[in-house]
Protein backbone atom coordinates (compact mmCIF):
# COMPACT_ATOMS: atom_id res chain seq x y z
CA UNK A 1 0.00 0.00 0.00
CA UNK A 2 2.75 2.27 1.18
CA UNK A 3 4.46 2.30 -2.41
CA UNK A 4 1.14 2.71 -4.56
CA UNK A 5 1.28 6.23 -2.39
CA UNK A 6 4.45 7.05 -3.36
CA UNK A 7 4.17 6.22 -6.90
CA UNK A 8 0.33 8.10 -6.76
CA UNK A 9 2.25 10.98 -4.92
CA UNK A 10 5.34 10.87 -8.01
CA UNK A 11 2.76 10.83 -10.72
CA UNK A 12 0.63 13.78 -9.17
CA UNK A 13 3.97 15.94 -8.68
CA UNK A 14 5.05 15.28 -12.50
CA UNK A 15 1.36 16.33 -13.99
CA UNK A 16 2.24 19.72 -11.77
CA UNK A 17 5.29 20.15 -13.40
CA UNK A 18 3.88 19.46 -16.97
CA UNK A 19 1.12 21.93 -15.71
CA UNK A 20 4.27 24.45 -15.25
CA UNK A 21 6.00 23.12 -18.66
CA UNK A 22 4.63 26.85 -20.19
CA UNK A 23 5.18 29.09 -17.46
CA UNK A 24 8.57 30.61 -16.31
CA UNK A 25 10.14 28.35 -14.26
CA UNK A 26 12.25 28.98 -10.74
CA UNK A 27 15.16 26.86 -9.46
CA UNK A 28 14.30 26.04 -6.04
CA UNK A 29 18.10 26.59 -4.40
CA UNK A 30 19.04 30.26 -6.25
CA UNK A 31 15.29 30.86 -6.92
CA UNK A 32 16.59 32.40 -10.72
CA UNK A 33 13.96 32.35 -13.31
CA UNK A 34 15.13 29.33 -15.90
CA UNK A 35 14.23 27.68 -18.47
CA UNK A 36 14.77 24.48 -17.53
CA UNK A 37 14.86 22.68 -14.54
CA UNK A 38 15.98 18.81 -12.98
CA UNK A 39 14.90 17.13 -10.38
CA UNK A 40 17.29 16.99 -7.24
CA UNK A 41 16.44 13.70 -4.73
CA UNK A 42 17.32 15.97 -1.53
CA UNK A 43 18.25 12.29 -0.12
CA UNK A 44 19.72 10.86 -2.79
CA UNK A 45 18.16 7.74 -4.22
CA UNK A 46 21.53 5.12 -3.27
CA UNK A 47 20.81 6.76 -0.14
CA UNK A 48 17.26 5.53 0.26
CA UNK A 49 15.34 8.44 -1.15
CA UNK A 50 14.43 6.85 -4.16
CA UNK A 51 10.74 7.63 -3.21
CA UNK A 52 11.44 10.52 -0.89
CA UNK A 53 10.99 14.34 -1.62
CA UNK A 54 12.43 16.57 -4.73
CA UNK A 55 13.31 19.91 -5.48
CA UNK A 56 13.29 21.39 -9.07
CA UNK A 57 17.03 22.74 -9.66
CA UNK A 58 18.88 24.72 -12.38
CA UNK A 59 21.80 23.02 -13.68
CA UNK A 60 24.47 24.71 -12.64
CA UNK A 61 23.26 24.60 -8.81
CA UNK A 62 22.03 20.78 -9.51
CA UNK A 63 25.62 19.83 -10.65
CA UNK A 64 27.35 22.20 -8.18
CA UNK A 65 25.45 20.29 -5.53
CA UNK A 66 26.86 17.34 -6.01
CA UNK A 67 30.58 18.33 -7.18
CA UNK A 68 30.70 20.22 -3.43
CA UNK A 69 28.80 17.23 -1.43
CA UNK A 70 28.98 13.78 -1.13
CA UNK A 71 25.69 11.96 -1.29
CA UNK A 72 26.59 10.69 2.19
CA UNK A 73 26.40 14.39 3.38
CA UNK A 74 23.39 15.44 1.52
CA UNK A 75 21.18 12.20 3.14
CA UNK A 76 22.67 13.20 6.60
CA UNK A 77 22.94 16.92 6.52
CA UNK A 78 21.09 18.43 3.99
CA UNK A 79 17.85 16.82 3.49
CA UNK A 80 15.73 19.83 2.40
CA UNK A 81 16.48 22.95 0.26
CA UNK A 82 16.18 25.17 3.49
CA UNK A 83 19.26 23.18 4.82
CA UNK A 84 21.50 23.25 1.51
CA UNK A 85 20.61 27.09 0.97
CA UNK A 86 22.53 27.53 4.26
CA UNK A 87 25.82 24.62 3.61
CA UNK A 88 29.03 26.59 4.49
CA UNK A 89 30.14 24.38 1.06
CA UNK A 90 27.21 26.22 -1.33
CA UNK A 91 27.59 30.03 0.36
CA UNK A 92 30.23 31.09 -2.55
CA UNK A 93 28.73 29.44 -5.37
CA UNK A 94 24.83 31.17 -4.16
CA UNK A 95 26.34 34.70 -4.43
CA UNK A 96 28.06 34.20 -7.73
CA UNK A 97 25.14 32.66 -8.86
CA UNK A 98 22.23 34.67 -7.74
CA UNK A 99 24.16 37.87 -9.31
CA UNK A 100 24.88 35.96 -12.67
CA UNK A 101 22.78 35.70 -15.95
CA UNK A 102 24.36 31.72 -17.09
CA UNK A 103 21.55 31.52 -18.92
CA UNK A 104 18.94 34.08 -21.50
CA UNK A 105 15.36 32.74 -20.57
CA UNK A 106 13.12 33.58 -23.65
CA UNK A 107 9.38 33.30 -23.41
Not at 7 to 24: K, Y
Not at 50 to 79: K, T
Request: proline share 6%; with cysteine; charged share 25%.
Amino acid sequence: MRRRQLLQQAAEAAAARARQAHSPLACSLCERTVQTTSRHHLVPREQGGRYGPVADLCQPCHSSIHRFLSNRELARRYPSVETLRQAPELQEYLDWIRKSRVEVVKW
